[in-house]
């Protein structure tokens, strides 16, 4: 933590291996390492006002009762930390699609590349020509630099201007 100078750290992020064999093991680290980077960011901010001296954690657990033993073992403020539970987003998106059917399917096709393919050399159905064509629809993250418009843009020029131009659809920024 010295050399990475954690006490200046604004936010520590801690993944979790999501194949591992014995899911709750995995989170009890997880834990036990957010606790650590708390007691050795407190101890050294200790001196400094309390916006200061509690770390911001950034948490991914697995099993949904791993976020109750979190906040239970943690002993100082946890308003700014995040905890994201894998398998509460599971369960949450198996939900969704069963009032949306299909949601899952067009999730993991926005996320992942599907490559190139003739629709009609698999399968001459309708629906699947129009599933095939949804597969060339991704998620991109792109950087937009200062020197490709230096004057100051907001999201809707920058809307308009992927639209336009790039036959793209903008639907979140990140500054």
């Not at 680290?29 to 007691?39: M, Q, Y």
């Not at 398998?87 to 949306?100: G, V």
Request: net charge negative.
């Amino acid at each position: 933590m010295e050399r990475a100078l954690g006490d200046k750290a604004k936010a520590f992020i801690l993944l979790t291996n999501k194949n591992s064999a014995i899911a709750s093991r995995e989170d009890y680290r997880n834990i036990l390492i957010a606790l650590a980077i708390k007691k050795y960011h407190y101890i050294k901010n200790s001196n400094k006002d309390e916006a200061t001296n509690s770390a911001r954690i950034c948490l991914q657990l697995i099993k949904p009762e791993s976020k109750d033993l979190y906040y239970k073992s943690v002993n100082l403020s946890t308003i700014s930390d995040s905890l994201i539970v894998v398998e509460e987003i599971k369960m949450n998106l198996l939900a969704k699609s069963c009032f949306a059917p299909g949601l899952i399917a067009m999730i993991s096709n926005l996320i992942a590349s599907a490559g190139e393919s003739d629709p009609k050399e698999i399968m001459e159905e309708d629906w699947f020509e129009e599933y095939s064509e949804g597969l060339g629809h991704e998620i991109y993250k792109m950087e937009i630099t200062n020197e490709d418009y230096p004057d100051k843009i907001d999201f809707s020029k920058i809307v308009e201007i992927a639209f336009y131009e790039e036959n793209a659809i903008v639907f979140a920024i990140e500054v």
